[in-house]
C-alpha cells in the first residue's frame, strides 16, 4: 500500500511539475481588467489627480504621490471624458457628456471632492477644454454653440462666472493654450486630420495672426510655451514624409526643426522653467522615448520600463519627476513616476488585473506581409501561449478605426479572452494607417477607398499560407471605421471568412455623410470624398449597395446615441440582411454613443459577441 501511495504521489508531482493548458478565464474578467490615466501633479508636488474606470466609467481621483488610497473626486452616472487641474492646483475644470452623445458640458470641483458646479447649459452644443490661464482665473474653450457645424474660440472668467466670444471663424477651432505671461493663446484651424493651421490669438482683442502658411498639406500638433514668450515647440510634418519636433519663433515668424527621426514623433511637454524636454518616437509601433536636459544638452535615461507605449508624460514642477501613463499588450494601463535623478520608477496606481494570471496574458509578434500591390503591410499577430506557426487556427481579424488611427499592442480584454479560448488575433496597419509616414497614410484617400479593403484580402490569404489560419476559420472584427472596412471584407471577399462582426461601422457612405455630426462632416469629406463630387463613387463603394454578396453570418452592435455613425447605418444593412434571410444578429444599447463603454453594457454586449464568433468558427 505505501508503495502504491508513492507511486500515485509521484504521478501526481510529475503532473504538477508538466506544463499544462493556462486556466480558463470568463470574459466577465477580462472586461473587469481596470486602467488608470491622466496624471496631473499638484503644483507642491505632495498629490495627483488621475482618471480611472475602477467603478465601471471613467471618474476623477486624487492620490498622494507616493502612492496610497485614492481619493474619488466625480461620481457622474455616464462618467467623465476629462479632467484638468488649475495651474495653481485649487480648481478641476470636467468635462462630460450624457449617455454617450459627445456633447461635453464643463464642470467645476476642487481636490476635495467638493460637488461639482456646472458652468455650461446648452445640453445640444459641444464644448472643448483650450487651457488654463496662468494667473487661474481663466480659461480658453471652443464651441459649436453658435453653429453646430463650427467651433469658435471663447474665454471663461471665473470671477465674473462668464464667457466671452473671442474668435468667431467658420472653422473647426481648437485651443493648445496660453503664453506664460496670459496674452497669446495658439489656436489650430483643422482643415481635416492631416492639414491644420496654426494662429497666434491676442487674448484681449481677438486679433489672429496666422503663423504657418505652407503649401500643400503639413500637420501641426500642440503648442508647449517656453517661459519666455518667445515661441513654442511642437510636432509638425511640413515638408517632411514623418513628423519632427520643431521650435516656433513668433518674435521671428521662423519654424525651426529640433528633432527629426525617420519615424512619426509622438507627443512633447516642457517642464515650466523650461530646462527639461521629453518627446516619444513611434518606431513602427513601438516607443522610443526620450528625455533631455537642455540647460546642460544633455540625454537623460528614460524610465526602466519594458517595450511598451509612453503617453501624457509632464513634469512635476520641482522638475524631480515626470508623470506617464504606461501600457503593453500584457499591462493594463496605469501612471507611472519616474525620479529623473535617482531613477526609482513608481507604479502610482493599482489597477486590478480581475484576478487574472499575468502569465497568462500574450504579447504580439510584429510582422510584415506582402499585398497585391507588393506593399508591406505591418501588423501585430497574437498567437495563443503554446501555439506556433502550422497550427492552423481559428483567426480574428481585429481592424483599428479611424482610419488615421494605428492598431498598437496594448492590453485588450477582447484579445486575451480569444487567446485564451485558443484563438489567434491578427491586428494589420493596413495603407491609410498613421505611423509609417504621409505617403502610406494618405494610401486610401478618396477613390483609393477598396485598395485598403483589398489589404484585408492579402492578410487573409497571408494567414492561411502560413498555416496561422485554418482557411475555414478566419473571422473579420471591426469598429467605427474599423466597423466599415469589417463589412467591406465581408462584401468584396464573401469567400475568405467564416464570420463577422461591425461594432457601429458606415454601411452606405452617403447616408453617413448626410447624417454625422454636422460639425465632423467637412473633417470626413477630406479623407473619403465630398457628397458634392463623389456621391456615385460614395455609393458603389458602401456595403449596403452589397449586401447580397455577404454569406457568413454577422453581429452588428450600435450604441443609439452615437453622433458619428448614427444608428441607421447599422439598422438600414441589419434590415438587409433579414430580407434576405442572411444569418445577422443585432445589439442595440439605448444608453450608448460611440460605442460601448459602460461596464453593465459591456457584459451583456462582449460575451454574446465571443458567443457568437466561437460558435460560428467552430471553436468548443
Known sequence: MKILNFALLAIFLLAQALPGKPPQYSFEQYLNIRTAWGGQFTPDGHSAVFLSDITGVPQAYMIEARGGWPLQLTFFGDGISGAALSRDGKRILIAADAGGSERDQFYLTNPNGESPRRLTFNDKAIFSFGGWSWDNNRFAYTSNVRDKGFFDLYLFDLQTDSARLLLQKNAQLSSYGWSPDDRWLVVSDDESSYNNNLYLVNAITGEARLLTSHQGQAVYLGAVWTPDNRGFYLISDEGREFQGLAYYNIVENRLDWIETPPWDLEGVTLSRDGSLLAWMVNNDGHCEFHLKDLTHNRELPPPPLPSGMISGFSFSCDNTR??????????????????????????????????????????????????????????????????????????????????????????????????????????????????????????????????????????????????????????????????????????????????????????????????????????????????????????????IRKVDRIKAPLLVIQGANDPRVPREESEQIVKALKKRKQTVEYLLYLDEGHGVSKLSNKLDCYPKMADFLLRYLDVK
Open 322 to 543: 515626470l508623470i506617464f501613463n504606461f501600457n503593453n499588450a500584457t499591462h493594463n494601463t496605469d501612471v507611472w513616476v519616474y525620479y529623473l535623478y535617482t531613477g526609482e520608477l513608481l507604479r502610482l496606481t493599482q489597477s486590478t488585473l480581475a484576478g487574472i494570471d499575468p502569465g497568462t496574458l500574450v504579447a504580439p509578434q510584429l510582422v510584415h506581409y506582402r499585398s497585391f500591390d507588393n506593399l508591406m503591410i505591418p501588423g501585430f499577430l497574437y498567437l495563443p501561449l503554446g501555439a506556433s506557426q502550422g497550427d492552423s487556427l481559428a483567426v480574428v481579424v481585429k481592424l483599428h478605426g479611424g482610419p488615421e488611427s494605428q492598431a498598437l499592442p496594448y492590453l485588450s480584454g477582447t484579445t486575451q479572452y480569444f487567446l485564451n479560448r485558443g484563438l489567434a488575433v491578427f491586428e494589420p496597419n493596413v495603407r491609410g494607417s498613421t505611423g509609417y509616414g504621409r505617403a502610406y497614410t494618405h494610401l486610401d484617400d478618396g477613390r483609393k477607398r477598396l485598395d485598403s479593403v483589398k489589404d484585408m484580402e492579402y492578410a487573409a490569404k497571408w494567414l492561411i499560407e502560413q498555416r496561422y489560419a485554418h482557411p475555414r476559420k478566419l473571422a473579420v472584427f471591426g469598429g467605427s471605421y474599423g466597423g466599415y472596412m469589417a463589412l467591406a471584407a465581408l462584401t468584396e471577399q464573401p469567400d475568405l471568412w467564416a464570420a463577422g462582426v461591425d461594432l457601429v461601422g458606415i454601411s452606405n457612405w452617403v447616408t453617413f455623410l448626410e447624417n454625422t455630426g454636422a460639425w465632423r462632416r467637412a473633417n470626413r469629406e477630406a479623407e473619403y470624398g465630398s457628397l458634392a463630387h463623389d456621391r456615385d463613387f460614395l455609393a458603389s463603394i458602401s456595403p
